[in-house]
């Protein structure tokens, strides 16, 4: 199993700060997503970055995919209440026999209070 | 065009019972993967199905299983129950030649 470390685990902020997630591991991954998790629900999709060096912009947030394609972080600028919730990394895979499978990271649960 | 749809969203079961969970993919995605999330251990990959066969397993004992029709609906059955066991059920569908997964809302199973 590929590790894949996040960090800060918890984050409370102020309205309009920034702030930036990271993912990292020591494997190579085909490719790396980042999903938002809220309370009870399935994760929703944020991005997918495969390019090593890619970076991709979803209005405040910025992604990167670091050039090795180990690592990867999210900034928000300007975070807003309705930023809050779970973000998770993962990173995909591939099995020998054409399986495929996503390994998370534990999580960054975000707060944002007005 | 619909998400991923999983009955039931909730379910409670005591230890030693068996469960069936059930996930129907986005329309035209024929791959159905299933994972765990728990507080402690987070997201974890179960397996993956596709052509109705499993293509790829995650570290999990022999007690979990799943299967897929020929719809690309797929189950996913838990037997012997644990307390351990109570966690959110998430499936997720992807197209074959697709790098992206999209999820579920999960099934919440509670094991008394």
């Known amino acids: 199993t590929q590790l894949l470390e996040q960090s800060p685990q918890f984050l409370s902020i102020q309205e309009g700060e920034n702030l930036t997630v990271y993912c990292n591991s020591s494997?190579?991954?085909?490719?790396l997503q980042w999903y938002r998790q809220e309370p009870g629900e399935g994760p929703v999709l944020l991005v997918t970055v495969v390019t090593g060096g890619e970076v991709k912009k979803l209005k405040r947030l910025t992604f990167q995919f670091g050039d090795a394609r180990k690592d990867s972080s999210l900034h928000i600028t300007a975070a807003q209440p309705g930023d809050t919730g779970l973000y998770l990394c993962?990173?995909?895979?591939?099995?020998?026999?054409?399986?495929?499978?996503?390994?998370f990271g534990k999580g960054t649960s975000l707060l944002v209070t007005p | 065009k619909a998400g991923v749809t999983q009955t039931p969203r909730y379910l409670i079961k005591t230890r030693g019972q068996q469960v069936t969970l059930s996930c129907s993919p986005i329309s035209g995605h024929r791959s159905v993967s299933w994972y765990q999330q728990t507080p402690g251990q987070g997201l974890q990959f179960l397996f993956e199905?596709?052509?109705?066969?499993?293509?790829n397993k995650g570290n999990f004992p022999g007690r979990f299983s799943g299967r897929q029709f020929s719809n690309s609906r797929s189950e996913m059955n838990v037997s012997t129950l644990e307390l351990g066991d109570s966690a959110l059920y998430l499936c997720a569908s992807r197209e074959i030649a697709g790098n992206e997964q999209f999820f579920g809302p999960g099934t919440r199973l509670t094991v008394l």
């Open positions: 993962a990173g995909a895979w591939y099995h020998s026999n054409s399986g495929y499978a996503l390994n």
């Open positions: 494997s190579v991954f085909s490719s």
């Open positions: 199905y596709f052509s109705e066969t499993q293509r």
